[in-house]
């Protein structure tokens, strides 16, 4: 599909370079490139420091140059040449310093001396530098313990700042929504970064040629603190809407097709996820929820508990690559990116199309005034009425918005074709909605 392929090569040669973090210019600076190929996508924020539920909004940060000079005014780590080079929220600092003092604000990973590491200090003051451990090894050898390096950090902090998000809407039939969730926040890393944003634009292509039976949201957030922002913001909506969705990240290599299903792996979002693996005939690994680690956590949060799948080719954190420079696009292929979508794609349309009854009534309703139970309490064995009664309550029993029509039939020891005249029957009487 060519729209997939435009996409890859976009998030490349735009996207890769941009120094992203939580808030700041560069998440801000890519959303403008999204929002330039999709102009329905709206850009949205919520104030810095503002409260979030057990949150508070961080301020923006900004950051125009860092890097570390020797004695000999030789730059020996350059965030300019890599931006992984900086851990990310480093606070303003421009002062001499020794060797020992140095070497206690290196970052490294023994495990793959070539890579430079991806290093984070969201909500603590802190600052550093990120270099290969070869690197390190030759700082360490070459300077002796009176040498001098100078730290300079040209960071701020706006706490009259925001956080921004990106937001598109497909309208379909049913205010009924999906949710597609992805996230925007690292500096270059294309795997753990950029495969979710280029499968959801994608999918954004894809779907916004169709007439969908149910509407489609697509946000683009910052990891964690975008979720529980975006959450803040429209959690009765959402709890009200959507039936949903699936968190997409890490979903750009060609090694494994994996997912980490929701928190009691039954929402229709998991069933309809396993559908497609097997409809494409695809091999796959289902994580443990106890093993998740992105937006998942958030929107299965209790209190919340909108039933999101994610879904990936090879998990964060399961391939060595990860938050590193070696994350780049040598690992993430259009191959790799094609098979994310197809899978992706599918498993939205089978939620498309999925029937998933949702009563109308708080508590069991009066069937008898509908004329849908007898209005004596004695059997009639040649009607049977009494026993299609039960089915139907049967049915209004696990119509709670979080069983597609199938699950209820396999419930109720009932025929799809019954149930499915069962649903008929109450969304006549306007019992049930879809």
């Not at 792996?265 to 005939?281: G, H, M, R, V």
């Not at 508590?363 to 059997?379: A, F, G, I, Q």
């Not at 209820?408 to 109450?426: G, M």
Request: overall charge positive; charged content about 25%; some cysteine.
């Amino acid at each position: 599909m060519t729209f997939v392929k435009n996409n890859y090569y976009f998030a490349r040669k735009k996207l890769f370079p941009i120094c992203r973090s939580i808030t700041g210019n560069g998440i801000k600076k890519s959303l403008i490139l999204i929002q330039k190929k999709f102009p329905r996508l709206k850009i949205k924020k919520i104030k810095s420091q503002k409260k979030i539920f057990d949150w508070n909004v961080p301020p923006e940060w900004n950051v125009r140059d860092a890097s570390i000079t020797d004695e000999n005014g030789i730059k020996i780590v350059d965030f300019k040449i890599n931006n992984l080079h900086l851990v990310s929220f480093s606070i303003r600092v421009k002062r001499v310093i020794l060797k020992k003092e140095l070497l206690k604000h290196l970052h490294y990973r023994k495990d793959l001396p070539n890579s430079i590491p991806y290093i984070t200090s969201y909500y603590k003051k802190n600052w550093g530098f990120c270099i290969s451990y070869n690197q390190y090894k030759k700082i360490n050898k070459k300077y002796n313990n009176k040498s001098k390096f100078k730290i300079n950090i040209d960071s701020e902090f706006n706490k009259n700042g925001s956080l921004k998000y990106g937001e598109l809407v497909l309208k379909g039939r049913s205010k009924k929504e999906i949710l597609i969730s992805t996230y925007l926040c690292h500096p270059s890393m294309a795997n753990n970064e950029l495969s979710g944003p280029i499968v959801s634009m994608s999918l954004i292509n894809f779907f916004q040629k169709k007439i969908n039976n149910k509407t489609i949201r697509f946000i683009f957030i910052p990891e964690t603190i975008g979720s529980i922002a975006f959450i803040y913001k429209n959690l009765n909506y959402l709890k009200k809407w959507c039936i949903g969705g699936y968190n997409l990240t890490c979903i750009g290599d060609d090694r494994n097709h994996s997912c980490l299903l929701s928190k009691n792996y039954n929402s229709p979002s998991d069933k309809c996820l396993l559908d497609a693996y097997k409809n494409l005939k695809i091999k796959y690994k289902i994580y443990s929820f106890l093993k998740r680690g992105s937006d998942e956590r958030q929107y299965n949060s209790p209190g919340i508990d909108l039933g999101i799948t994610s879904i990936f080719r090879t998990k964060y954190g399961e391939y060595k690559e990860y938050h590193s420079s070696l994350d780049n696009f040598n690992l993430v292929t259009l191959k790799g990116i094609m098979g994310g979508f197809k899978v992706a794609q599918r498993a939205i349309s089978n939620l498309q199309n999925s029937i998933i009854p949702q009563s109308n009534i708080f508590c069991e309703p009066m069937l008898s005034k509908r004329k849908l139970y007898s209005s004596l309490s004695k059997v009639n064995y040649k009607t049977n009425k009494f026993n299609f009664s039960k089915k139907i309550l049967n049915f209004l029993q696990y119509s709670d918005g979080k069983n597609r029509i199938e699950d209820i039939s396999e419930k109720t020891n009932l025929s799809f074709n019954e149930t499915k005249k069962i649903y008929k029957l109450l969304k006549k009487n306007k019992l049930v909605d879809n």
